[in-house]
């Protein structure tokens, strides 16, 4: 970290939506908006699921996990953002700018392999049922804790091989939040493994979540096309159709910025995207197509 000590860039600019200034009032009343609906709806299907005692089961446990994740990552970044559209406070500090990197990177990439994780109990329960709530009972914990740690070691690493560059030039960043790409375009000094260290961590951390997620619910498809009754293969694909609907927007977002980051125009768009609005999209995806979420709530 010794080229912290060196820089001469003491604060970073965020160019945000600048483009789009004349519809900074309303930019900011939607993402005002997103935000306390994605906070509120998440809290509500987390309370949900600790009063309820009928949701007490492992899906319903990583949708908890998954609530509060998702409240964590739109608040490490969309505040930033309100403050950029309605006061004009588009300047970070270096300081704080790596860590909003270092928060965001953790709950992305732990949001990635939450996903899996959840992928991975509904084809447990499909394809292996008689064993599930054995095998779910010991190793449920520990894999709720799997993408935490996963997101803390990858977002570690990013965060020093990028903070370790020297900045003594441009502080222009093209994005409403402090990203990898924009930031790694910046330094005076090489940031070529840097950036590769981006690339290895979008494969692994982004990319592979995907392939595993595609495997595991191909062998689910298989199953359940086994099944000879129509009512069983409904019940077996409703419980997976939540969580492919979200899983499939987030992914395909996040892939196209950073497998492959590049620092291209339209990536902060894209990171809008899954950074705001299928968040907020979430909440709604489980409560509108769960009966047992719905019931729950009707209850309350």
């Not at 953002?81 to 990439?109: H, K, Y």
């Not at 329960?125 to 803390?152: D, E, H, V």
């Not at 990536?267 to 950074?275: Q, S, V």
Request: proline share 4%.
């Amino acid at each position: 970290m010794s080229g912290i000590n060196q820089t001469i860039v003491t604060e970073f600019i965020l160019l945000a939506f600048g483009d789009l200034h004349q519809f900074r009032i309303l930019l900011f009343m939607a993402a005002l908006f997103i935000y306390m609906t994605c906070v509120s709806g998440n809290v509500i299907i987390y309370l949900l699921i600790k009063l309820d005692a009928s949701l007490h089961t492992p899906m319903y446990y990583f949708i908890s996990v998954f609530a509060i994740l998702e409240i964590i990552f739109v608040s490490t970044i969309v505040p930033k953002l309100l403050d950029i559209l309605i006061a004009g406070g588009n300047r970070i500090s270096f300081a704080p700018c790596f860590l909003q990197l270092f928060c965001a990177v953790i709950t992305g990439e732990a949001e990635c392999f939450l996903l899996t994780v959840m992928a991975f109990d509904r084809h447990l329960a499909i394809t292996n049922p008689l064993n599930y709530l054995r095998i779910m009972s010991q190793a449920c914990t520990k894999l709720a804790l799997f993408p935490w740690i996963t997101g803390i070691v990858s977002s570690s690493i990013l965060t020093i091989f990028t903070a370790s560059l020297e900045y003594c030039g441009p502080n222009i960043i093209n994005h409403f939040f402090c990203e990898l790409a924009p930031l790694q375009k910046l330094p005076c000094s090489d940031s070529h493994v840097s950036s590769m260290a981006t690339s290895v961590v979008g494969i692994i951390g982004i990319l592979l979540p995907f392939i595993v997620i595609v495997g595991f619910y191909i062998h689910v498809i298989i199953k359940v096309l086994a099944i000879k009754t129509e009512c069983g293969k409904q019940k077996a694909f409703s419980t997976c159709s939540s969580h492919l609907i979200v899983s499939g927007l987030f992914f395909c977002t996040a892939m196209a910025v950073y497998v492959k980051p590049s620092d291209r125009h339209h990536d902060k768009y894209l990171a809008f995207i899954y950074t705001v609005i299928i968040p907020v999209l979430n909440p709604f995806i489980y409560t509108l197509r769960n009966k047992d979420v719905k019931s729950a709530f009707i209850k309350l």
